[in-house]
């Protein structure tokens, strides 16, 4: 199944003029979105997906709208700093490949920090709750507060909603890791042991359908 945008009613302007973003966030989140457009097509329409549903999300959980749709947009702005030659590759990713694209939440938080600088410690643990396969390794526990505030809960949705939206979009299963588990629910549950209970409820709230 192809990828489609989710748009935003309004266009992306519109939604951030909506939620109150001030002038200096919007342009910076407006900037980012173009370049990414220009740069990465594919990961502009993930980014744009991963906003809508980090809406949706906010909405089932009760969290801040901005805060989300701002991290489901930035998340992956860090991969427009990844050479070229390995973003732009498809396939017979090899090990130096993923050594490289692995640095891209690290990017993205080099990107956000000094305008969002709640959104880059949200945005650099979107790999995270992957158990062994989370990246980066060096994160500090965001149980507690980070820079004055609980993000604990913007971190499971982040994880949950990038990773719905890379499976739902594509066929990103197919790489092996998931081939006995049947059905985008039961990957979502199995690939986030600890968070069985959330992705329930966002199925149950029909945030989450395939
Ligand atoms: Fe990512
Ligand atoms: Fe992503």
Known sequence: MGRQISGFNGGLMGILNELGFSTREKSFIYD?????RETDLKTYMHSMN?????LNIAETFGLDKKIAIASGLLHDNGKMDISRDVLYKSDNFNKDDWYEMHKHPGYSYNRIRKTLPIIAEIA???HS???LKSYPKNLSD???KVLGFA???????IVLADFYEAITSENRTGDGRYDHVTGIKECMKFSHPKLKQEVNKLYENRVFAA
């Open 50 to 54: 991963v906003g809508k549903i980090m």
């Open 129 to 131: 709750e992957q158990g």
């Open 124 to 126: 650099v643990r979107h």
């Open 151 to 157: 993000i604990s809960p913007y971190v499971t949705a």
């Open 142 to 144: 965001s149980s507690g």
């Open 32 to 36: 980012e979105m173009q370049e990414e």
